[in-house]
């Protein structure tokens, strides 16, 4: 229950409308008491004396209270629907805030399906719980008071015969509440890994029928699919037992009313009056239990689910500002500096990424990083926006380390382009101007005009009004990295990195990318990983990076003199006969022709 008191600041902007909601109830209550007492009135005082005028008039006070009870009823289940749908939604924008400031490192812990439930099905849970809350919150345990108050008032012996089977039903109801909880919260996670499953073969559909895998991955989801049910099913099995059990525990309460109050009233001391109001005020006592029954699945659910959004919550993300960060001055330079750095994911040492990595990267260079698959190419770049957080040593960006910089700072310097270029749905201006809201259509053209975009985004039939899919479906996989490298150039970035993101597109195309970056009317230091030998060859600098090291760094016509590890990089793209002289033959002729 602390992790449902934990929400209750949620309720609090609505406070009035759930304080009314309430109020209603309780007067619910009120009305719902006097009805035993006006049958016996009926019984007693109308019927037994041959009092038409008694009847009638007791019957249309019924009636009233009924048509006030159904106007109060109504008020309060429009106000409880108001108060959970407003708390949804607010814990929904909370939650997704909070998702959004993870650190790379907390959403490499996160799955995606599990964090989807919890914005979904956890948080719809929970609304449930509020507007069960606020309609049944007060009105049962008032019912309950109320009814063995006026049980005692009818007859006091009667009333202490009821005792024992209340407190077994009492019992028993606490005691499904408390098993079907952790029920709930299991039943969840087979739901987290459901939804997993079902998330990455939507996302991956294409591959599965490349690799005709379907059978494969449909017997994957029906072992999920079916541990869900079977675990869904058994907590259903359990819930379903215990209406059974409170109703046998209404009967044999009823059954000893009948007895107890029959054997008193042929003796005189109870009236038939109060024999059926005292049967009334039991089922009255017993009705809010079997509510709560019926209702229990909604509570443990609700308590399973405020559970796991508190776990989201909780999570710290592993990179946050320090108290005395400060802000990138606008005359930002962008040198970069690797001090010793090292690196290695969720604290294992034993597997070090990066091992103590020196490099500088002075304003306005562009600085290729080249190596194998695996090597920590990305890695590397990944810390230069604290995606991660260095484990040993520092960066620093104009000698300020940015482990004391302000995020929103720092990314605002940055431009990234990832290796999987993400789009969203919406038009291609839309996309271009993602990172910079506020461009106009003549800057959004020349981004684009500057990635290689420009043409191809003009052959389509609305130019840049041209709708993306989901994903950028209806593209190909050059014309989304071009679209993500106009993004990125659109922001006019005082650090660029362009992480492997011109391996879909042609040499030529990837060439005039390059011309365009070169003769930008902005300033920016670049920092690209490539693949290709192509991507580097005009780099100021090309580091080598081999196992987490620094294996060499130089100019092209440099390393193809000095590192074994480049020339076999460059033989392997440009073929065997390779001989170094040759290549820096080649590099001088490439130079002369660019200068002619």
Avoid at 206 to 232: P, Y
Wanted: hydrophobic letters at 45%.
């Amino acid at each position: 229950m602390n992790h449902v008191g934990r929400l209750l600041p949620l309720i609090k902007p609505y406070w009035k409308r759930a304080s009314l909601a309430l109020v209603l109830l309780t007067s619910l209550v009120f009305f719902d008491l006097s009805i035993p007492r006006l049958i016996q009135r009926i019984i007693d005082q109308g019927i037994l004396q041959h009092n038409q005028s008694v009847v009638l008039q007791t019957a249309a006070i019924m009636i009233g209270i009924s048509v006030v009870s159904m106007v109060i009823a109504i008020g309060n289940s429009i106000l409880s629907v108001q108060v959970g749908e407003s708390v949804a939604r607010d814990l929904r924008d909370k939650l997704f805030l909070k998702i959004q400031s993870y650190s790379f490192g907390n959403l490499d812990k996160q799955k995606t399906g599990q964090l989807m439930v919890r914005l979904t099905s956890d948080i719809d849970a929970i609304k449930r719980l509020v507007q069960v809350s606020l309609r049944i919150g007060t009105r049962a345990p008032l019912l309950m008071i109320g009814s063995l108050i006026l049980m005692f008032s009818t007859s006091r012996s009667l009333a202490l015969t009821m005792i024992p089977l209340l407190v077994v039903t009492s019992i028993v109801i606490i005691f499904f509440i408390i098993v079907m909880e952790p029920l709930f919260r299991t039943v969840q996670q087979k739901l987290d890994r459901l939804n997993t499953v079902l998330q990455e073969n939507v996302a991956g559909v294409h591959l599965v029928k490349a690799f005709v895998r379907a059978d494969f991955e449909g017997q994957r989801f029906e072992t999920t699919n079916e541990d869900f049910t079977v675990r869904s099913v058994k907590v259903m099995e359990f819930m379903s037992t215990m209406s059974p059990i409170l109703t046998m525990c209404v009967n044999v309460g009823m059954v000893i009313v009948i007895w107890a109050g029959g054997l008193q009233a042929v003796g005189g001391t109870l009236s038939i009056g109060q024999i059926v109001a005292f049967t009334n005020y039991l089922l009255t006592t017993m009705t809010p239990l079997t509510m709560m029954t019926m209702l229990s699945n909604t509570w443990a659910g609700g308590i399973a689910s405020a559970r796991r959004v508190d776990e989201v919550f909780d999570t710290m993300p592993e990179v946050q500002d320090a108290p005395e960060a400060v802000a990138l001055p606008e005359t930002t330079r962008g040198r970069i500096v690797f001090e010793n750095v090292s690196f290695h994911y969720n604290g294992n040492e034993a597997e070090k990424v990066l091992d103590h990595i020196n490099l500088v990267v002075e304003p306005g260079q562009t600085v290729a990083i080249l190596g194998a698959t695996g090597t920590g190419k990305s890695t590397l770049i990944n810390l230069v926006p604290r995606f991660y957080d260095v484990t040993e040593g520092r960066i620093t960006i104009d000698g300020i380390d940015v482990r004391q910089i302000k995020q929103d700072s720092l990314l605002s310097h940055i431009a990234i382009v990832p290796q999987e270029s993400v789009l969203f749905s919406g038009s291609v201006r839309d996309n271009v101007r993602y990172g910079n809201p506020k461009a106009g259509d003549d800057e959004v053209i020349a981004a684009a005009k500057a990635a290689q975009a420009h043409d191809f985004i003009m052959g389509f039939s609305k130019g840049y009004d041209t709708h993306v899919e989901e994903r950028g479906g209806n593209l190909s996989g050059g014309q989304k990295q071009r679209l993500a490298i106009a993004r990125a150039l659109l922001t006019r970035p005082t650090i660029l990195i362009l992480d492997d993101s011109t391996s879909s597109v042609d040499v030529e195309t990837e060439t005039k990318i390059q011309d365009a970056l070169a003769a930008s009317t902005f300033s920016h230091t670049s920092l690209v990983v490539a693949q290709r030998i192509s991507t580097v060859l005009r780099a100021d600098k090309i580091v080598v990076i081999d196992d987490g090291h620094i294996a060499a760094e130089g100019t092209h016509k440099e390393l193809i003199q000095s590192s074994p590890i480049y020339q076999e990089i460059y033989e392997s793209q440009l073929g065997s006969g390779f001989k170094p002289d040759e290549a820096e033959l080649a590099d001088e002729t490439d130079e002369a022709g660019v200068q002619e």
